[in-house]
């Protein structure tokens, strides 16, 4: 717009404050677009998960063992194609900080349940197979701790005492999102065979037929179960991993306060900073008002002052959100798997300037645009 | 200071709206910060609260919560034999074997069950185990399917009030009365009788056995008698350790999440700060320079500009504190990862942290103030007559 | 023929809740082609009358009618329109945007014009032409003597080729050669470019380069 050197030579007038201004807004819009995707990663590891398995599991708790007879039983419940069981090892691999997955399962079963998330060689898995203490790892646990096919992983257990020695006999690649390259597997026989008489199955995994079956499903085997020393719990894989995420609690409305606070407290630096900008250039108003400047055409070049700074910003601070998390594999700590910067957050980021440009804006703006020339040519700084 | 600080605060009354905005930013910095750490201590405080340094839980060896711990009975009973424990009135030992289960227990809200940690013990426990008081209804009866729900859970539980029966493992329970405990993690626990619990959940073991030492001193040997025994395989901890390095990762997470945010936002507050001093400078040019010419040192121009903006930071900072107060107290609740259930604490604002709030404000008002008001300081007299 | 024309003017205004009248029924014309000198002691209402013909204040009461405008009765829109092409206006103290260069100064009143950046160019230089400063057109503000900055300023006034051409004490800050260069460029422009100028001054001898002299006192036309 043939405008734009006006507006621009204004911004660069006081560039400390030009430039310090739109910081502040992208440092705002840095953290808001941080936080915000804190609860979208959340929820998109609720979201994720095969919604044609389904995870049976103790009512009680999810510490309780059920029996191994229900394999049977589950085998023989109307929609219900395939069964595998797994239990949770806990293991910890030289200090408690190396933090992974760790479970024994049905070798077969297991890897037949989940052959669409993951690919593994077919000898690799043959050897698996074979061998009561081999183990699979996952591609990026296995580049992590540098490992290779074939070494003896030694992990202490937390929950099975004692010192476990696995050897690594196939890497595999995921193929899902649901399903984490930072795992080992080993036989479910090892643990079985040490504590005979007291480890069963952590939980069992079903494949339906049709998804569409799940809640049938559901209800047939719970009330199955109900009223027997070990009730379940069935549900979809889905809503399974749902559920670990509203463990975080109240996480959602503490992002969501501390984002407000922010944006609302760099408001106040635009608005401030364009307050000032405005307060020195009445004279100017004037001026450009008696050259024949209309109110509207005043208002419309303050206006876009202020959405200079506020996109400008914008465009830095969720920029560098989107750049910075998903390249370097930010994950919390394996809190917040496949942290990223969605589409949505950063929509709703640009959304937050233009009310801040408007915001900012706004009161120096009407300001111009009443101002009487006369007046204003009075004014004195 | 030779220019009196009147000046500054009624230069800074001369231009209301920008000097307000600028507060106001410094106070939502800071209010947040106190709102992060009050956070962060209130769940240190429930962790840390949880244990005494003269109490030792025993676990199984490798477990590293109780809750993949397992110890039997006769080891139980090994362990009650030793003699570094506390003797109590009646004569017997100070020793509570505890089951320690995380149950799934229907929310008071209908969403999913939530994971709490079901505590079996005796009733020497409440000895050894300190600060549980019953607060509401009595304690439960031994022998009977009665269970007591901390008072920090309870709101969050459905039937969980006096009087109702509640669904646990599979069997209903009369909650006989609610407890405190200081505000220490076991306030989001249930506890129920050892006897009647350990046949509803994982059977005839216990997870964890507490004693209380007759001198805190004696904990070396306790700990190497125990952990040297071949027919235990047991670790030893002090009580307060343990817990507080239970609430290690999330506390961890907490103060890291507190640093990043509120570093941050002090950045944008500063940058706030920076810009308003700098265009009062810029208007007051003629004043400074009566000043420089009434002999007043270049060196008390920027100490008074430098208290101009360390006081509006200041008023900014104590608004932040006033704001943030209230919210000391506010229960909230997240998963306890270590034991893997439900843990309600609240926020928790103490002196230490307002006061870190202030100075916070104060160091944002000098970084803030320095340049804009070394430039006031170096202005040449005639320009700034001109 | 008269171009300005005003009628019954009548302009009073509160200052502190004390009610002032600058003029009570004053009549007034200004031919097309003159260059007149307003001249009188403070308070006498020429900045005010200036601002009235500008059509940057309104009259309590009367009419002032420039060219086929009743300036009176207009709105601020259609006022700052009717500005943008038929008012020059040149100011005691410049007020040049010392943001922006001599160029961009002169080509501020184009910028509310359909012209294309070509044209403006066209304009805009033979406006600095006209004052003598095209060498000046890249420099700032603060890059000036007075008297170039006020020439800057003339160039602004004239480069959209206004029908009247409205000073406010123009060589009020110049030194006296400045003031000269000044009054030789707004002769010129009364007499080779025919343009009306309305200039208010104190100052006698820039009262002597224009045609004719007004005198106001306290609102009203005195010999």
Redesign the interface.
């Known amino acids: 717009m043939k405008f734009f050197p006006l507006v621009w030579a204004n911004l660069t007038r006081h560039k400390r404050r030009t430039v310090l201004t739109t910081l502040s807004v992208a440092l705002a819009l840095f953290l808001f677009a941080s936080l915000r995707s804190v609860l979208t990663t959340l929820r998109a590891g609720a979201e994720v998960g095969s919604e044609s398995r389904m995870i049976v599991q103790s009512a009680k708790a999810i510490v309780f063992f059920l029996p191994m007879s229900y394999r049977e039983r589950l085998l023989a419940v109307p929609g219900v194609q395939a069964v595998t069981w797994a239990d949770w090892f806990g293991g910890v691999y030289q200090d408690p900080k190396n933090f992974f997955a760790s479970f024994a399962a049905d070798p077969e079963s297991y890897l037949d349940m989940y052959r669409s998330d993951f690919t593994l060689p077919a000898d690799q898995r043959a050897a698996f197979i074979k061998e009561r203490t081999a183990c699979i790892v996952g591609q990026h646990l296995l580049e992590k701790y540098g490992w290779k096919l074939g070494q003896n992983v030694t992990l202490q257990g937390t929950i099975f005492q004692g010192d476990w020695t696995f050897t690594i006999r196939g890497v595999y690649h995921a193929t899902s999102p649901a399903f984490s390259e930072d795992a080992l597997m080993f036989h479910y026989e090892m643990v079985y065979e040490r504590y005979p008489g007291w480890v069963q199955p952590g939980w069992y995994v079903l494949q339906l037929k049709d998804p569409s079956l799940a809640p049938q499903v559901a209800a047939a085997i719970d009330s199955e179960f109900k009223n027997s020393s070990d009730p379940t719990k069935t549900g979809t894989e889905r809503a399974f991993n749902a559920g670990f995420v509203t463990m975080w609690g109240n996480v959602s409305f503490l992002m969501d306060s501390i984002g407000m606070a922010v944006v609302f407290a760099i408001l106040l630096v635009a608005a401030n900073s364009m307050m000032l900008s405005a307060r020195e250039r009445t004279n100017e108003v004037g001026v450009l008002k008696t050259v024949g400047f209309s109110d509207r055409l005043l208002f419309g070049l303050v206006m876009a002052e202020a959405s200079t700074i506020a996109l400008g910003g914008a465009v830095l601070g969720l920029g560098a959100a989107k750049a910075l998390y998903r390249p370097t594999g930010f994950s919390a700590m394996g809190f917040l798997p496949g942290f990223d910067v969605t589409a949505g957050t950063l929509a709703l980021g640009l959304g937050i300037a233009v009310v801040l440009a408007l915001a900012s804006g706004l009161v120096p703006a009407w300001t111009a645009a009443r101002l009487s020339a006369v007046a204003a040519l009075r004014h004195v700084e | 200071m030779k220019i009196p600080l009147i000046y500054n605060v009624r230069s800074l009354a001369r231009r209301p709206?920008?000097s307000a905005?600028?507060a106001?930013?410094v106070a939502?910095?800071v209010?947040?910060f106190i709102?992060?750490l009050a956070?962060a201590n209130g769940f240190k405080v429930a962790l840390v609260r949880t244990g005494a340094p003269d109490n030792v839980i025993v676990l199984?060896?490798?477990?590293?919560?109780e809750?993949?711990s397992g110890i039997s009975r006769d080891n139980a009973a090994i362990i009650a034999a030793l003699p570094e424990i506390a003797v109590a009135a009646d004569g017997q030992p100070l020793v509570s074997p505890e089951v320690f289960?995380?149950?799934?227990l229907e929310a008071a809200s209908g969403?999913?069950?939530q994971?709490v940690v079901t505590r079996g013990v005796t009733t020497r426990a409440f000895e050894v185990r300190r600060g549980v008081h019953i607060v509401a209804g009595r304690n439960f009866i031994p022998g009977r399917d009665e269970i007591i729900i901390g008072s920090a859970i309870a709101p969050r539980l459905a039937h969980s009030a006096v009087g109702d029966t509640i669904r646990l493992?599979?069997r209903g329970w009369l909650v006989a009365g609610h407890f405190s405990a200081g505000g220490s993690a076991f306030e989001s626990e249930v506890w129920g009788e050892n006897e009647q619990l350990m046949p509803?959940?994982?059977g005839q073991v216990y997870q964890v056995v507490a004693f209380r030492l007759r001198d805190p001193a004696l904990f070396d040997e306790a700990k190497q008698t125990l952990e040297k025994d071949p027919r235990l395989?047991v670790d030893a901890h002090r009580e307060s350790e343990f817990y507080a390095s239970q609430s290690l990762?999330l506390r961890q997470?907490l103060d890291f999440l507190a640093v990043f945010?509120t570093g941050?936002?002090a950045?944008?507050?500063v940058?706030?700060a920076?810009?308003?001093m700098?265009?009062a400078v810029?208007?007051r040019t003629s004043e400074i320079a009566v000043l420089l010419t009434l002999g007043f040192k270049p060196r008390s121009i920027l100490a008074s500009f430098l208290a101009e903006a360390t006081f509006l930071a200041l008023v900014g900072g104590l608004l932040g504190c006033l704001v943030a107060i209230p919210i000391n107290g506010i229960v909230?609740?997240?998963?306890n990862w270590s034991s893997?259930s439900?843990i309600a604490f609240s926020f928790r604002v103490t002196p230490g942290i307002l006061a870190g709030g202030v100075l916070f404000s104060i160091v944002m008002g000098v970084v803030g103030g320095f340049f804009p008001a070394r430039r006031a300081s170096r202005m040449p007299v005639v320009q700034a007559i001109r | 023929m008269a171009l300005v024309s005003v009628r019954g003017l009548t302009k009073s205004f509160q200052r502190d809740s004390q009610p002032i009248t600058v003029f009570d029924g004053l009549d007034l014309e200004f031919a097309e082609g003159s260059f007149t000198a307003l001249m009188g002691p403070s308070g006498s209402g020429k900045s005010t009358l200036l601002n009235l013909i500008a059509g940057l204040d309104q009259p309590t009461s009367g009419t002032v009618t420039v060219g086929d405008a009743v300036v009176s009765a207009m709105g601020p829109g259609a006022l700052a329109v009717w500005r943008s092409r038929h008012v020059g206006f040149v100011f005691q103290s410049y007020n040049l945007l010392p943001v922006l260069t001599a160029y961009q100064n002169v080509e501020l009143p184009l910028l509310l014009t359909r012209l294309s950046k070509a044209e403006r160019h066209d304009h805009v230089m033979t406006a600095l032409g006209v004052v003598g400063l095209t060498d000046r057109a890249e420099h700032f503000p603060r890059q000036m003597s007075g008297g170039q900055e006020q020439r800057v300023a003339i160039a602004r006034a004239v480069v959209s080729d206004p029908t009247i051409i409205l000073l406010d004490e123009p060589t009020g800050q110049l030194d006296a050669r400045s003031a000269a260069e000044v009054l030789e460029l707004l002769q010129r422009l009364n007499r080779e470019f025919h343009k009306t100028i309305i200039m208010v001054t104190h100052d006698p001898h820039a009262a002597q380069a224009a045609g004719m002299t007004l005198h106001l006192d306290k609102g009203v036309l005195t010999a």
């Not at chain 2, 199984?60 to 919560?65: E, Q, T, Y």
């Open positions: 709206v920008s905005m600028t106001v930013g939502l910095v209010g947040v709102a992060m956070l199984r060896k490798g477990a590293d919560s809750l993949s289960v995380p149950t799934n969403g999913d069950a994971l493992a599979g509803a959940l994982r395989q990762v997470i945010i941050i936002m950045v944008g507050a940058f706030g920076v810009n308003t700098y265009a810029a208007s909230t609740s997240t998963t893997f439900m």
